[in-house]
């Protein structure tokens, strides 16, 4: 089955500072690459995704790599601030064409951003 | 979008009990999942629900069951509720297909003593 892993599991910047976070997957077929940040007492929010016909997506100060021969996807965040410390989670899917498989979250970074 | 709603918020079970867990999905989506997340991990697929029927299942034993409602609402029940099962229990609903992009609930938080 699928693999995600995630690093790294903790990173502090400097408010202003860039933060970068790198996952890899293991399986090929995997077509979907969801980021989600989760603050304390909640459930996961989806901040930026990714398909594998793409190879680059940008929202504001957030944007998203992927590099499909090498099984690799990052997650940049520029110009942090306080609020963005969270837990973030890479997490990989297949889509059936019918049907959303499973996501297989990476471990998680703490990203604590100091003022 | 009135986004996933998940009830209760806590619980406290005792070793040996049974839970029901609950979940309204976002509104047009039809695919709901529940996911186990443990303190300091992420999240672990249980299982998938779509039109009703079971269509995906990850390494959880067979007293972990669920149901999906005709209104793509969904409840996840625990038996025989053992120690480790403590953590917190997330619900995701995904649009119909064509369209991306999970909602997650904010979760059941239970504890098992």
């Known amino acids: 089955g699928e693999n995600v892993e995630q690093h790294p599991s903790t990173l502090s910047v400097q408010e202003g500072d860039s933060a970068v976070i790198k996952c890899t997957y293991s399986d090929s077929a995997s077509n979907y690459f969801p980021w989600y940040k989760q603050e304390l007492g909640k459930g996961p929010q989806l901040i930026i995704d990714i398909r594998s016909n793409v190879g680059e997506k940008k929202d504001q100060r957030i944007a998203v790599t992927l590099n499909k021969t090498a099984k690799h996807f990052s997650l940049h965040i520029t110009e942090t601030q306080p609020e963005d410390s969270a837990v973030y989670f890479c997490?990989?899917?297949?889509?059936?064409?019918?049907?959303?498989?499973?996501?297989?979250f990476g471990q998680g970074t703490i990203l604590t951003v100091h003022p | 979008e009135t986004g996933v709603t998940q009830s209760p918020t806590h619980l406290i079970k005792t070793r040996g009990q049974q839970v029901t867990l609950r979940c309204s999905s976002q509104?047009?989506?039809?695919?709901v999942s529940w996911y186990q997340q443990a303190l300091g991990q992420g999240p672990q697929f249980i299982f998938q629900y779509y039109r009703e029927e079971e269509n995906g299942r990850g390494n959880f034993p067979p007293r972990f069951s669920g149901l999906q409602f005709p209104n793509y609402s969904s409840e996840l029940n625990v038996n025989a509720l053992e120690l480790d099962d403590s953590a917190l229990y997330l619900c995701a609903s995904s649009p119909p297909p064509g369209h991306y992009g999970y909602t997650f609930g904010s979760g059941t938080r239970l504890t098992v003593v």
């Open positions: 509104s047009g989506h039809n695919t």
């Open positions: 997490a990989a899917s297949f889509f059936t064409g019918t049907s959303y498989g499973k996501l297989t």
